[in-house]
Nanobody, 126 residues
Framework: QVQLVESGGGLVQAGGSLRLSCAVSGGTFSRYSMGWFRQAPGKEREFVAAIKWSGGGSTYYADSVKGRFTISRDDAKNTVYLQMNSLKPEDTAVYYC??????????????????WGQGTQVTVSS
């Protein structure tokens, strides 16, 4: 059974930074393309960033976070990261990581992900 566990969320002032981690167990992490999504209160879940499977060499970002957020993966640790800099109050949301086990690169579409974590809260104060 594949499990994804996010960590690293918290409360930060605008302009600050956080690094989210997502540890994956029970599957073959190197096969997965990984994504981060977020959901703010009263809003739909939205795509944030994605990275291809090991050796795939591609990342993709939502326009709203491009230049501020960086996604990366450590296949030795079965972990994907989301480095978030220059945080804004509008980045406040529950952040979820997700894994696609189909060798598909359709990064922004949530239905193409097979496994999801429980989420971690990020709150940015103004």
């Amino acid at each position: 059974q594949v499990q994804l566990v996010e960590s690293g969320g918290g409360l930060v002032q605008a302009g600050g930074s956080l690094r989210l981690s997502c540890a994956v167990s029970g599957g073959t992490f190197s096969r997965y393309s990984m994504g981060w999504f977020r959901q703010a209160p009263g809003k739909e879940r939205e795509f944030v960033a994605a990275i291809k499977w090991s050796g795939g060499g591609s990342t993709y970002y939502a326009d709203s976070v491009k230049g501020r957020f960086t996604i990366s993966r450590d296949d030795a640790k079965n972990t994907v990261y989301l480095q978030m800099n220059s945080l804004k109050p509008e980045d406040t949301a529950v952040y979820y990581c997700a894994a696609n086990d189909r060798r598909q690169w359709v990064p922004i579409t949530s239905r193409h992900y097979d496994y999801w974590g429980q989420g971690t809260q990020v709150t940015v104060s103004s």
